[in-house]
Every structure is written in C-alpha cells, then in structure tokens.
C-alpha cells in the first residue's frame, strides 16, 4: 500500500513514514466523514425503508463505520498530497516487482542477526517490521467486514482483498489518476501480497469474533418485524419527498399558467399562497384516493394510507384525514404571517394559541407514540398508515 522510500529524489537519504504521517490521513477523513455522512443519510433511510421497511440501529453503526473505515484507508494510501512541483523533479523508481523484498530489506536494515538474540528486540522495532505491518493491518477490517456482513467466503475474500489492494496500488501508480505528473509512491507487489493476507486475517478473526454478534439474518429479520409498525420518522421522510414534489409541482403549474395566458400573474393565482393550497389539498387527497392509499413521498418509502375499515369507502376517510392535518398546517402558516403585522396584543395572543397548539401536538406525540403511534388527526379520520414491505416469513 503505502511506500515511502522508493519515491524520494535521487540525492536524499531513504526514509520510512513516521506516526505522524499515519494519524494524518485519519485525521481528515475523520473531518470530512460528518459531511459525507449527511449526504449519504438520505439515500441510506431510502433504502432501508424499501427494503426492510425500518432503519436498524446496529446496520447504520455497520455500514456508516464500514464507510468511515475505506475513507481512512484511502486517505492513507493519497494523503499526504505533496507539492507537484516537487514530484515532477523526482528520479526515483516507480514500481518494485520483486516479491518479498520486505524481507529483504528487514535483514539488511534492522541489524537483526538470528544467532544473536540481544538484537531480536531492536530489530522488531525498526521501521521494516512496521511498514508491513501496517499493510497487513490496512485491510484486516475489510476481511472482516466481507465476512461478518456480506457473507463471502475465503475465496471472494482473498479476491476482494487483491482488487481493493490493486486500486490502491494503480491509484498511487496513475499519479492520483493524472493529476500529478508522475507517482509520488511507489506500487509494490509486495503491498498487493501484504493487503491481500490482512483480509485473509480479518476474515479468521471475524470467524471467532462475529459469534458474539447478532447476524446478518438475525438484523434484517428484526428489521422487517419492526416495519409492522410505521414509525415516525419514515413519516416524516415520506412528508418531506412529498413537499419537495409539491415544489416542482407549483413551479410547473406556475409555468403552463404563465405560459398559456401569457401573463406572470393569473387570475392573482400567482405570487399568492392560493394556488400552493390548492396544490396541497388536490395532491394530498386526491393522489392518495387514487393510487390505493399512496401519495409518491409514501410510495418511496413503501407506506400507504388505509381506512381502518376496509368496507370503507377510500375517498371520505382520506379526505377528512388530510382536511385535518392540512388545517392544522395552513392555520398555524396563516397565523404566522398575520403576527407579523398585527398589534402587540394581537401577537401575543397568537404566539400563546401556537405554543398551546404546539403543547398538545407534542402530547398527542407522546401519547401515540406509547400507544398505535396513530395520531389525533388519524384517529378522527379512523385511517393509518400501514407497511407495504412484506413481513417476514416465519421460521
């Protein structure tokens, strides 16, 4: 993976990476790792509401650190970036193809001598003896994580293990893919050797140590048993998607009403809060009424919205459903707005009638939560949002 000493200029001494250079690359990706994980979050909910119809905990804390991990190797193999200046004046080799010659190099440098033990322990500590190490060590978590969550077998692992190594190698070898003018390190076969035996020892560890964890099997079966009940953040995700579609929804209404009356404000429609309450009531009641329950928002996440009866006509449930928790919406929006121009008195009185909504809202919340996490709204429609991803069979 990382070597150092074949990649200086000509003239200078060989060097081996100091800790420092180590911890570096951790340092940054564990910087950069926060903004990764907020763009992936998403994507990530999405798929695990579509697949499993809930988020577990323990497989976010799996994969997010399965994640972190190949950035932090990644940034060892690239980090730290030297100046390009600098790299393009080197001379020295850019491959070494003779294998084992780390051990080579350990018998000629670390003054180790097998009859003599006094310089057994010296010889353990010097830079030869860390330099392969480390390169065992860089894809030991990745043997384990193909083994405990992707369920492969020595054979892929040894595989797996060659190919993340030999991208690292081509990376360092490509110049970071052209954008230095030659190899700032050098690609070693012996690195391909070293990572590929670091999954091979992953993989052994996990053997032992993932029986002390639940298995794959064991995460998604309780996964599905947990979709039975639509939490409310997969709500709350469905909500959002909606909102957003209800967006391009108004700008494209906004659009063909501009454009076939060719007037920027129809009717007063436009630049009004009007045609976006409209659009609300039409999506929100009519979508669901017609699609079996499903607006696009809950479709993603695979839930739908159901009358409790279900001789019950769709439509009247679904409607008062969304009346309500619609109304409650635009009159809080509404208020809001009117607070803004309205006297002192005025405002104060508003701001208490929201914060008393807001208190029983949160109560409601509470108290759903421990009981159907049906809310009020819900329960005076007599609708609930049920899962569409099928339950698990059982054993």
């Known amino acids: 993976m990382v070597s150092y000493k074949f990649c200086l200029i000509a003239p200078y001494p060989l060097e081996y990476p100091t800790m420092k250079t180590y911890f570096f690359p951790i340092e940054a990706a564990a910087a950069l790792f926060p903004i990764l994980a907020i763009v992936l979050t998403l994507p990530y909910a999405i798929y695990c509401y579509r697949k499993y119809g809930s988020v577990s905990p323990l497989r976010t804390l799996i994969l997010f650190s399965l994640l972190f991990y190949v950035q932090c190797a990644y940034f060892l193999v690239i980090l730290p970036l030297p100046d390009p200046a600098e790299v393009a004046q080197r001379t020295g080799a850019t491959m070494q193809l003779v294998p084992f ?17 006094s310089t057994w322990l010296a010889a353990l500590k010097d830079n030869t003896v860390y330099e392969p190490l480390f390169n065992i060590a860089l894809t030991l978590p990745w043997g384990m994580y193909l083994y405990y969550y992707f369920k492969q077998d020595l054979r892929k692992v040894v595989a797996l293990s060659f190919v993340l190594s030999l991208f690292f190698e081509l990376t ?8 230095y003018p030659r190899p700032y390190r050098l690609f070693d076969v012996d690195d391909l050797l070293l990572n590929t035996l670091g999954g091979v020892v992953g993989y052994g560890i996990a053997t032992v140590v993932t029986r002390f964890l639940p298995s794959r099997e064991r995460i998604d079966e ?13 709500r709350l995700l469905a909500y959002a998607l909606d909102a957003l579609v209800l967006l391009f929804l108004r700008a494209g209404v906004a659009t063909l009403l501009e454009r076939a009356t060719g007037d920027p404000n129809p009717l007063g429609l436009l630049g009004s809060p009007l045609l976006s309450v409209l659009l609300l009531f039409v999506y ?3 979508v669901p009424a017609l699609f079996k329950g499903a607006t696009v928002g809950k479709a993603i996440v695979r839930i739908r919205v159901l009358p409790l009866d279900p001789h019950a006509s769709r439509f009247a449930p679904l409607a008062l459903r969304y009346l309500l928790r619609n109304s409650l919406l635009l009159g809080f929006s509404f208020t809001s707005t009117l607070s803004a121009t309205a006297d002192p008195p005025w405002q104060t009185i508003i701001v208490l009638a929201q914060l008393a909504v807001l208190l029983l809202v949160t109560v409601d919340l509470i108290t759903s939560h421990r009981k159907s996490k049906r809310l009020l709204y819900e329960r005076i429609s007599r609708t609930q949002n049920v899962s569409t991803v099928p339950a698990p069979k059982d054993r």
């Open 172 to 179: 360092q070898l490509s110049g970071l893919y052209g954008l």
């Open 222 to 234: 309780k996964s599905r048993k947990r979709s039975a009940t639509v939490g409310y953040l997969r």
């Open 284 to 286: 929100s009641i009519g």
């Open 101 to 117: 010659s780390f051990v080579g190099d350990f018998l000629r440098e670390s003054g180790f001598v097998l009859q003599e033990p």
